[in-house]
């Protein structure tokens, strides 16, 4: 493999399906004792990825916002607004 005049390098596709790497996926390279090594850190940037689906169901039900409405909700999170008037 040749690493381009960018700097870059094409991973073979044996490996990309292996790994499930896909465009928009996340890679990096780490040095080590042997040399530097490529590191998949996302598999996929796509949203309707099966990773996003097993992310969403780990963090389903880990925010409790009490009684707060959308709106108390907002305006905690983002603090009181001094551009509008009050209602």
């Known amino acids: 493999m040749?690493?381009?005049?960018k700097g870059q390098v094409t991973i073979p596709k044996d490996i990309r399906d292996?790994?499930?790497?896909?465009?928009?996926?996340?890679?990096e390279f780490v040095a080590d004792d042997k040399g530097p090594r490529l590191v998949l850190v996302s598999a996929s940037a796509d949203m309707n990825d099966q990773g996003f689906d097993e992310w969403l169901n780990a963090v389903s039900g880990t925010l409790d916002v009490g009684?707060?409405?959308?709106?108390?909700?907002?305006?905690?999170?983002?603090?009181?607004?001094?551009?509008?008037?009050?209602?």
Not at 67 to 86: A, F, H, K, Q
Request: glycine share 8%; no cysteine.
């Open 18 to 27: 292996r790994y499930g790497i896909k465009p928009g996926a996340e890679v």
């Open 2 to 5: 040749r690493v381009t005049e």
């Open 67 to 87: 009684d707060m409405t959308t709106e108390d909700y907002m305006e905690w999170l983002r603090g009181p607004r001094d551009d509008v008037s009050p209602h």
